[in-house]
């Protein structure tokens, strides 16, 4: 084995046991190189280790003047830092002319793909800067690791969840401490922005922007370490400048806090380390070696410790300042994902300061942007993110749900559907960061709205009360839609809000809207004609009838009522669903009668003339009636059919006459006997006369007889009863 190093191997007794050489000689690696073969008098295997620094060295052995073999195999690890511009110096690796192999082996946990012009970042995201190259342009493209003519085929493929899954790698989850500048003023006793302790008013504050965010970020670090039990965090800076003030600055954090609030000190008391790139790396390694014997450390640096550094006892990472880079955040996190007892979680920590008058409870806020583009980054590593992404209708299954709740903490309650519509944003991926933020804090603005009003139908000119122009963002959307410049993911995200894409449509939808509510409260459409609603309706049946109604209005309106255009007629329509609701109210039909009224509407006559004129309704009229059980043969209207009285009946309501009234009845007189009409005169006429032929029985004769006193045929009987 030979390191391309100036390394001494001879003063490491284990490099020399390994049989492991080095050299920084092209001339004398092509001479080890030219004797690997089969023969005895050859090296059997020969591995050579070297940095894509010095892939020179192993391209000069091909001018050496030795016959060099190719290599079997090259593995190249840490392969995304050989992607970019194909000119660069890494990445002669990939050209088969300068480094000769036989089968090349490509691995990274965080492959580099080329999908649009690479944005380098700066420390301050608001304004980041393109890089270009300088000379001829070359396309990055080319050597993308997903160009399978320069990488190949990817032959496996070890996602980080099922790593965790495996139990080869720790979860993590996302903690995201929030400090308002309110909290952090009262915390450290300081004044509110534009005023002194005693009140009066001072141009700067006692301390300036820079020196409060330090501080933030020093109590917001202590805190999540202390309500989740972390003991090594390391912090990632933008810049070593900010690095060394955090690191300088949180002793004199936690004395300030002692004095201002002793109840508001943190838990924890951790030892501080700072490492830059200035450092030699005997001083990094002795840093790195305090750094995991301590109980409780935090790490600072800039973006000095990602491959190669390996501490297994990290267990938090901080991202002090916003980045976009997938590299940076994957490689950062990595090193707090190496096992070192089971069931480790580590904790990634993105830090809020929430400056005056912001909204500290709006995650889509521009206090929250350093949360959204470090998750960007995450979500090209982890597919857990973005599996569920192009539902957004049901963005939230129970799995779904679960892993949110499981891995995000913010210091107040979030509705996971706002997590989750975060994430649906950071999908999108775009390269300019203005135009990410843009959409954020229009689709805040727009959820805001939809949520105090129940709509999207903004007007044009709208500002909402943070000063963000809603009425323009929803207009630019919808002059981008109809251009087909916006995505689909993006469009399913407003569709998810209810966006109104088309004003005229949304007219429209609104009447039908309205209509669905006459609906609901009158169980028909048959609305009157002198209503907005009702005109609306009768408008639309007219181009239903001329043919004229766009087919999908037209089923908007049969999927809300099958007979909304009123087949039998307006008046037919209200009425039947008159006698519908009252009966699916539990009336029962047997108490209808010709007399009912329903809502002053004479509904038994109309019930009576539907049922006797059945032959003459329209099939579609007597399906209806037959589905409330309103047919001829069930017709609760009809004469209930009695039993004939007997003569002894009748004898006996005589009786009750003769005793009631004193005397004998009229030939024309009648009584109401259980609602019905007994003419009692003209029975009592009719039983002389069958008495006078004869025609009475004996026995009907004695029953009458024992009423009167005397002849009881005679006009002039009187009754036992006065007697």
Known sequence: MVIVSSMDVAGREDLVAARVMSTTSPHALGGLMSVVGEAGDQIPALTVICTYDSLNKIEETQKTGYDVPPFDLAVMDEAHRIAGRSDKKWA?????????????????????????PELAESADLSRPRRWRPQGPELDAFTNSMDNEQVYGKKVVEYPLATAVAD????????????????????????????????????????????????????????????????????????????????ARELPHTLRLLAKADPDLVPGVDPQLFFAHGEHTPAQRADIFAQFAAADVAILANSRLIAEGVDIPSVDAIVFADPTRSVIRCV???????????????????????????????????????????????????????????????????????????????????????????????VSFDPRDPAVSRSRRLGLAAARSYRDQYGHLDVPADYTDPTGHRLGTFITTMRDAAKAG???????????????????????????????????????????????????????????????????????????????????????????????????????????????????????????????????????????????????????PLAPARRARRTFEQTVQLLELFLHREGRTPAARETIRVDGDT??????????????????????HVRLIAALFEGDWTAEDAVPAVLV
């Open 92 to 116: 002669i690796v990939n050209d088969v002319q300068r480094i000769h192999a036989d089968r090349r082996l490509y691995m990274t946990a965080t492959p580099r793909i080329f999908a649009a």
């Open 167 to 246: 139990g080869r790698a720790a979860d993590y989850r996302i903690v995201v401490p929030t400090l308002t500048d309110t909290d952090l003023r009262r915390r450290l006793n300081l004044p509110a922005p534009g005023t002194t302790a005693t009140g009066g008013t001072t141009g700067q504050d006692g301390k300036d922007d820079g020196a409060l965010r330090t501080t933030a970020l020093h109590l917001s670090v202590l805190r999540a370490m202390t309500e989740h039990g972390l003991k090594k965090a390391l912090v990632y800076f933008n810049l070593v400048s900010d690095a060394r003030r955090f």
């Open 331 to 425: 490689q950062a996190l990595g090193r707090a994902l190496r096992l070192d007892v089971s069931g480790k979680t580590a904790s990634l920590i993105v830090p809020v300061y929430v400056p005056p008058g912001a909204d500290g409870e709006n995650i889509l806020g521009t206090a929250y942007e350093p949360v959204w583009a470090i998750a960007c980054a995450l979500a090209s590593h982890d597919h857990r993110i973005l599996e569920r992404l192009p539902d957004k209708a049901n963005r939230l299954p129970k799995e779904t749900s679960d892993v949110i709740a499981r891995r995000w903490r913010f210091d107040f309650t979030v509705h996971p559907e706002r997590i989750a519509q975060a994430m649906d944003l």
């Open 485 to 635: 410049r916006l995505e689909p993911d993006w469009i399913a995200e407003l569709d998810a809000l209810g966006m109104i894409w088309d004003k005229h449509d949304a007219a429209w939808r609104g009447r039908l809207a309205a209509a669905a509510d006459y609906l609901r409260a009158h169980g028909h459409l048959a609305v009157p004609a002198t209503t907005p609603v009702g005109a609306w309706l009768a408008e639309q049946r007219h181009l239903a009838t001329k043919n004229t109604l766009e087919a999908a209005r037209a089923e908007a309106l049969t999927a809300l009522a099958a007979d909304w255009r009123l087949p039998h007629g307006a008046d037919w329509h209200r009425k039947y669903h008159l006698l519908r609701a009252h009966l699916a109210g539990g009336a029962d039909p047997a108490t209808l009668t010709r007399d009912t009224q329903l809502a002053g509407v004479k509904i038994g006559s109309w019930l009576h003339r539907q049922l006797t004129t059945w032959p003459t309704l329209h099939p579609g009229q007597q399906q209806l009636m037959t589905a409330l059980g309103l047919t001829p043969e069930a017709n």
């Open 678 to 699: 007994v003419k009692i005169g003209a029975w009592l006429a009719k039983a002389r006369t069958k008495h006078r032929s004869s025609q009475l029985p004996d026995h």
